[in-house]
C-alpha cells in the first residue's frame, strides 16, 4: 500500500508549474503523451518526465492503451487521487495538511440518447451541481467561523502562557500541548523541528513546574 503523501512532498510536485498544468489537464479526463506535449507546447519528453514524477507519487496512472492509425501506440494517462490540501494562517494560528480522501465507487450511469435527452441531461446534472455549490459555499462560511473562533481562542491561549515564567521553547511547548490536546515526545520533535533529547529536557522542567503530566509515553497538561 502506497505510504499517505506528506506536504512537503506534494509542495514539490505543485511548485512547478507544469506539472500543476498536467494535473489540471488530466483532472479534465484521460490524456496521453503527445496530446498533453502540444497543449502546454513542449516537449514530449518533458511530459514523459513529470508525468513519471507524478506516477511515482501516485497522483496519476495509466489507465490503458490505444492503436494509432498515423503513430506509435497511444498510452493515456488519468489521475489517480482524491487530495485536498488545508492551509489556514492567522495570528496564533498555523494549520497545513493533506488530506487524502476515499473515493466512492462510481454510480455513473452509462452515457447514450436522443440530442433532446442530452439537452435534459445536462440541465438535470448543472442543477445537482449548483446545489451542491451552495452546500460546499454553507460549509465554508461554518469553517470560516469555527477558525475564527480557534484562533481567538489560541490568542487567549498564547497571552496566558507568556505570563509564565517559562523561556521561549518552554513556552512553546506548553502552547503546543494545549491546542493539541497533549503529544508524544516525537510528534513534539518533529512539530517544532527540535532534536528529542532537547524536547524532553524542557518536557522534564515543564514537569517539575507542575504544569506539564506524562503517561505512557503522552503529554498533556495537568489535569
Known amino acids: 500500500m502506497r505510504e499517505p ?12 508549474p507544469t506539472r500543476r498544468l498536467l494535473l489540471k489537464f488530466l483532472s479534465m479526463g484521460p490524456h496521453y503523451p503527445f496530446q498533453l506535449a502540444r497543449l502546454l507546447n513542449i516537449s514530449q519528453k518533458a511530459v514523459m518526465d513529470h508525468l513519471r514524477v507524478l506516477e511515482e507519487r501516485g497522483l496519476v496512472v495509466k489507465l490503458g492503451c490505444e492503436r494509432s492509425s498515423i503513430g506509435p501506440e497511444r498510452t493515456y494517462y488519468g489521475v489517480n ?3 485536498m490540501v488545508d492551509f489556514s494562517v492567522a495570528p496564533s494560528l498555523y494549520e497545513l495538511k493533506v488530506v487524502e480522501a476515499k473515493r466512492e465507487k462510481s454510480g455513473y450511469e452509462a452515457v447514450s440518447g436522443t440530442f433532446e435527452e442530452i439537452i435534459y441531461k445536462l440541465r438535470g ?5 449548483e ?3 451552495e452546500e460546499l459555499r454553507e ?19 498564547s497571552e496566558l502562557i507568556n505570563l509564565l515564567d517559562l523561556d521561549y521553547i518552554e513556552k512553546i511547548i506548553l502552547n503546543l500541548l494545549v491546542i493539541k490536546g497533549g503529544a508524544r515526545l516525537e510528534e513534539i520533535s518533529e512539530e517544532l523541528d527540535l532534536r528529542e533529547r532537547h524536547v524532553e529536557r524542557y518536557l522534564e522542567r515543564l514537569k ?6 506524562e503517561q505512557d509515553g503522552f503529554y498533556s497538561i495537568v489535569s
Open 5 to 16: 503523501m506528506d506536504v512537503e512532498d506534494l509542495f514539490y510536485i505543485l511548485g512547478n
Open 81 to 83: 487521487s482524491f487530495l
Open 125 to 129: 446534472l448543472a442543477g445537482e451541481l
Open 131 to 133: 446545489k451542491i455549490g
Open 139 to 157: 460549509l465554508e462560511r461554518r469553517r470560516v467561523k469555527a477558525l475564527d473562533a480557534k484562533q481567538r481562542i489560541n490568542v487567549q491561549i
Open 208 to 213: 517539575e513546574l507542575g504544569l506539564v503530566e
